[in-house]
């Protein structure tokens, strides 16, 4: 096995969500504040999507992650009290939706510390987990998450089971992701801006994910499903969601956490010594 998960399980499963709301949108154009039905595809998110979500996780018995950006949070406060009253664990993902690489160091540090300040009142503790929109770290984003005390990162794509990150700040655990099992790219339409153009049958989904779920507990990997309430906060997308989350328990040996709970297993399982280092392509030059 690829990684030694506990109890003989034979893979781990972290079902995530990104509570984008309409900060998605705005990060891209602030402009489209003024566009009520481009909204409203947003606001449905934390409006019925979250809600409908949280049904199908409790019917599953399952507690899940759900990376909320600070907009987010501060327009549908009770959406966020709602996912931490069911149990549910709370991360960040930045502010207005930032992608780091449009953030100057100085930027980035302070709204990565604001993800203490505008989630702890709702939920009660300092955020553990990041996740960056769109996946977008920086080279200096893991040193300036273990500066502000977080635990883990999920944004990164170069393995899949977790690995431990050195930094000049102390050590990251990074859950790696991967667009495949993210709903975005099965399910993301808007005419403006263009977030994708395709509506597929929740049914091809669950067979791509279900796919995925028999080889990495062939391989012993770490599962992250990525979904987005406005999304897959919709009926039969909800619904397939339902039924892949049976599916996961029916194999017996896929450990289902929170991304916090796994991060935390994976610090204290992870040899000390294996750390790696961010290294990024150096072209020379200027
Ligand atoms: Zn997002």
């Not at 600070?70 to 664990?89: K, L, M, N, Q, S």
């Not at 944004?155 to 859950?175: F, H, K, N, Q, W």
């Not at 495949?180 to 049958?201: M, R, T, V």
Request: aromatic content about 10%; glycine content about 6%.
């Amino acid at each position: 096995m690829k990684f030694p998960w506990p109890d003989q399980m034979r893979a781990a499963c972290a079902i995530t969500f990104d509570v984008d709301a309409e900060s998605a949108i705005l990060a891209v154009d602030r402009r489209f504040a003024a566009r009520a039905s481009t909204m409203s595809h947003q606001a449905y998110g934390p409006k019925v999507g979250v809600p409908r979500l949280l049904s199908v996780l409790d019917r599953a018995d399952v507690r899940a992650t759900f990376f909320v950006p600070g907009f987010t949070a501060r327009r549908y406060p009770d959406t966020v009290r709602a996912i931490v009253a069911a149990g549910h664990e709370v991360g960040w993902h930045n502010d207005l939706h930032e992608p780091p690489y449009t953030l100057d160091e100085s930027e980035e540090r302070a709204i990565i510390e604001r993800g203490a300040e505008v989630l702890e009142p709702l939920t009660g503790e300092r955020p553990h987990g990041f996740r960056a929109p769109w996946w977008e770290l920086n080279e200096r984003t893991p040193e300036l998450l273990a500066e502000a005390g977080f635990v883990y990162d999920s944004s990164l794509m170069d393995d899949d089971v977790p690995y431990r990150i050195d930094t000049a700040a102390g050590t990251l655990i990074e859950l790696p992701v991967h667009w495949s099992l993210d709903d975005w790219e099965q399910y993301a339409f808007l005419p403006e801006p263009d977030i994708g153009s395709q509506i597929e049958l929740p049914s091809k989904v669950l067979e791509l994910w279900t796919a995925e779920l028999d080889a990495m507990r062939d391989e012993g990997c770490l599962l992250v499903v990525t979904m987005h309430p406005f999304l897959s906060g919709r009926p039969a997308r909800a619904k397939m969601l339902g039924e892949f989350l049976t599916r996961v328990r029916e194999r017996g040996d896929v450990w289902i956490g929170r991304a916090g709970e796994i991060a935390a297993y994976a610090d204290v399982t992870l040899p000390a010594e294996e750390r790696r280092r961010m290294e990024l392509p150096n072209l020379g030059g200027g």
